[in-house]
């Protein structure tokens, strides 16, 4: 059956019923069909919600990381390129590109970031054709601009600016000059590569996580890292330790000094150096001994000499006026109390520098760090730099009266560490 219908023009118009009919069962079947997650308006109100939690905390956690992570690579590479002794002398990016063989598009990139860190100085490439040669050979001798020098110190730092750098020639930072060429005297380098290995150890934290922390061998280890240490220590800790033990100690009274643990033997130097009548012992593992041999031929000091051993095992002397301990990995372990205290003459003094333990139970990533590697039949303490044999610092110290060692001072350091005096009382 059919029916007319009347178009816009007049006309009739002549529909089909049946089709009309099919048209209508088909769309009620199109409209069967639901959407498989619910339908469309839940959907949409499910778009309009936000995390009950904080986005801002989880991205800014993220970006931080991944921002640690660039300036550390940027760091490294830079070293292993040979950034900074290139740029001993003067630059442009371009130059520093052809020298090193690296790619031109890239190194100017690669200067601006090194210079928004402070590790280099940023020069207009006309202003400073201006200078004189005298100029330029101090800064590329001593790593600090002269006075009247024309530095871009602006907001360039924090910018990103093509502009800029186009015409700019860069040179070593007072910053990286004394920390990052080799022939400074206070150069980190041995002590960023030691830093590299424990950031391997955290590039393996999965498989370490299942196997069980890396097992390393004693004498080999402290062998390697003594040159790190000693870097570490020239950077102020070694300057601000002396100077305090040197205004509690009578030095011109000792007469004998044993560096327990001594490692590079710098503080046995420096003490020794105090008293020219004063005989000093460094004690410490034997290939450790024989990087200390070194540190005291290069420094003069006819006066030390060394004691291979393991503390914990060996004899380590007697008739000692002053023991010294800095951050010995022995020194919160009870047992080495009594050996410490026979082996000082009456009225001699212990003098023990330590991080206390409630500034390392606080810091988990440093008691994970801690706790990633270990020694050859040996555990560690759940803190860092704490051993199983280990008590806490404060507890240490309380026991050394137990043995006739008179604490007469404890003092907090700059970077956080604790330093006791303790005088044998008889």
């Known amino acids: 059956m059919g029916y007319k219908v009347e178009d816009k023009t007049g006309k009739d118009i002549e529909v089909n019923e049946q089709a009309t009919e099919r048209n209508r069962s088909e769309g009620e079947s199109s409209a069967s069909i639901e959407p498989e997650n619910g339908n469309e308006p839940e ?3 499910e778009l309009m919600q936000k995390p009950e939690v904080d986005s801002d905390r989880f991205f800014k956690l993220i970006d931080s990381s991944i921002q640690g ?10 070293l292993k390129l ?12 371009g130059a520093l590109a052809k020298k090193l063989g690296c790619d031109p598009g890239l190194m100017p990139h690669f200067c601006e970031a090194l210079y928004s860190l402070g590790l280099l100085d940023r020069f207009e490439e006309e202003a400073f054709e201006e200078e004189g040669n005298s100029q330029r050979q101090e800064k590329a001798e001593t790593g600090v601009a002269p006075e009247g020098r024309s530095e871009d110190k602006s907001e360039g730092r924090d910018l990103n600016n093509e502009e800029k750098s186009s015409g700019a020639v860069y040179l070593v930072s007072e910053l990286s000059a004394a920390y990052l060429l080799e022939n400074s005297p206070f150069s980190q380098q041995h002590y960023l590569a030691g830093r590299l290995k424990t950031v391997e150890l955290w590039n393996r934290l999965p498989e370490i996580m299942k196997s069980g922390p890396e097992i390393f ?6 062998g390697e890292v003594v040159q790190s240490m000693a870097e570490n220590a020239r950077c102020g800790m070694l300057q601000e330790t002396v100077k305090l033990v040197a205004e509690y100690v009578e030095f011109e009274n000792v007469k004998k000094l044993l560096d327990l643990g001594g490692g590079h033997g710098l503080y046995a130097i420096a ?28 420094y003069g000091a006819s006066n030390v000499g060394v004691i291979p051993g393991d503390f914990f095992k ?8 002053l023991i010294f301990s800095s951050f010995n990995p022995g020194g919160k372990v009870p047992s080495l109390i009594p050996r410490l205290a026979e082996a000082l003459n009456p009225g001699g003094t212990f003098v023990i520098r330590q991080m206390p333990d409630e500034k390392m139970n606080s810091n988990a990533f440093l008691s994970l760090d801690w706790n990633l590697w270990t020694f050859e039949g040996v555990k560690k303490g759940g803190s860092g730099y704490s051993f199983e044999n280990s008590v806490p610092f404060t507890e240490y110290i309380e026991m050394l009266g137990n043995y006739g060692l008179e604490v007469s001072r404890a003092l907090d350091m700059k970077d956080g560490s604790r330093i006791v005096f303790a005088r044998k009382t008889a």
């Open 43 to 45: 959907k949409a109100a």
């Open 69 to 78: 992570l660039r300036e550390y690579r940027l760091i490294v590479s830079a």
């Open 82 to 93: 040979g950034v900074f002794e290139a740029l001993k002398a003067p630059l442009s990016a």
């Open 217 to 222: 061998e004693k004498g080999t280890f402290f």
């Open 271 to 298: 003490f020794a150096k105090l008293n020219e009548n004063l005989r000093a012992f460094v004690f410490d593992l034997p290939p450790v001994t024989e990087k200390t041999k070194e540190f005291i031929k290069k």
């Open 314 to 321: 060996d004899e380590i002397g007697d008739g000692y006026d």
